[in-house]
């Protein structure tokens, strides 16, 4: 069965510090990637898609980045956070249906 | 634009009361409309509708889609304390290459003894 993982589960970061988040997939090969932050009190917002390696879109212009440097791996970089940055980061996987990972709650402080 | 727009915004119920929840969207390249449970961290799958009028249906929960008026509800029966949690209404569009999906703000159903 296929299986999203997502790191850290917490992070707590200063405004001008670089970001990484890692997502990987097991168990399916050639996903969708998706990257969402949900901001506190409002819905889910996509930030990027990838449908295979090096393929980014992006989808709202922002202080972030995503790669996808191998066909299950999915990173949301930042060179300097923001304190808007702050929020909920959901990866999630699909074929048809999209899958969600744990997510990463991050504070900008 | 697309939007999803849920309605109640937040509901308070008691256990054992039916509950309907709201979903209306308006986009280009409709492809399916998700539902989606959320308790404190990442949402859990639900359902998928394609088409219409046909019911999907697991355990005390079921949902329906009108693709002419544009909307879904969420049904759940005989609520429990477990039901508590938001629900999140999500429409999948095509790209040509992926499923993109833009979410509503949910509803927040609380079930209370």
């Known amino acids: 069965s296929q299986t999203i993982h997502q790191w850290p589960a917490t992070l707590v970061q200063p405004v001008g510090s670089p970001l990484s988040l890692e997502c990987t997939v097991e168990?399916?090969?050639?996903?969708?990637l998706y990257w969402y932050r949900q901001a506190a009190g409002r819905g889910l917002q996509l930030l990027f898609y990838?449908?295979?390696?090096?393929?980014i879109s992006s989808e709202v212009p922002q202080n972030l980045s995503a790669s996808r440097p191998q066909d299950r791996q999915f990173i949301l970089s930042s060179k300097k956070l923001l304190l808007s940055d702050s929020g909920f980061y959901l990866c999630?996987?699909?074929?048809?249906?999209?899958?969600f990972g744990p997510g990463t709650r991050l504070l900008v402080l | 634009e697309d939007k999803v727009v849920q309605s109640p915004l937040s509901l308070v119920v008691h256990e054992g009361d039916t509950v309907t929840l709201n979903c209306s969207y308006e986009?280009?390249?409709?492809?399916?409309l998700l539902w989606y449970k959320q308790e404190k961290k990442a949402p859990t799958f639900l359902f998928m509708l394609?088409?219409?009028?046909i019911e999907k249906k697991s355990g005390r929960l079921s949902s329906i889609l009108d693709k002419k008026e544009l909307f879904s509800i969420l049904n759940i029966t005989a609520t429990q304390t477990g039901d508590s949690a938001v629900y999140l209404c999500?429409?999948?569009?095509?790209?040509?290459?992926?499923?993109?999906?833009?979410f509503g703000t949910g509803t927040r159903l609380q079930v209370t003894l």
């Open positions: 990838s449908v295979g390696i090096g393929q």
């Open positions: 394609t088409s219409s009028g």
């Open positions: 986009v280009t390249n409709f492809r399916s």
């Open positions: 168990g399916t090969s050639n996903p969708n």
């Open positions: 999630a996987w699909s074929q048809k249906t999209q899958y």
């Open positions: 999500a429409v999948g569009v095509n790209t040509g290459t992926a499923s993109k999906l833009t």
